[in-house]
């Protein structure tokens, strides 16, 4: 996860870092929502408000439901699993 946010703080972008590292976008998101979860990244770097207010949403509606699939699938797949990551972890740090 260090390396992966110390390669975005330095300006790498987070196809960048996925090529550097050999590892998923999504892994990498992954990765950063542990920081944005720590309020060391802004969350609307990466995720608009519209799937944050919509993956919240979801989260209220169904407590009992926490997996990325179930939302994933939820969505039709329009909001992509490193999307869900960061906007839950971003509901996390609220």
């Known amino acids: 996860w260090q390396i992966s946010f110390d390669l975005y703080k330095e300006g790498k972008t ?33 995720v608009s408000d519209d799937v944050i207010a919509k993956v919240a949403s979801y989260k209220s509606t169904h407590p009992e439901i926490a ?8 969505f039709n797949e329009a909001i992509s699993y490193g999307e869900i990551r960061l906007a839950l972890a971003y509901i996390e740090s609220l």
Do not use: P
Not at 22 to 46: C, K, M, N, P, W
Not at 67 to 74: A, D, H, P, Q, S
């Open 67 to 74: 997996g990325l699939k179930e939302i994933f699938e939820y």
């Open 14 to 46: 987070v196809t960048e870092i996925a090529q550097e590292r050999r590892l998923t976008e999504s892994t990498i998101l992954g990765h950063l929502g542990r920081y944005v979860e720590a309020g060391q990244l802004d969350v609307h770097q990466f």
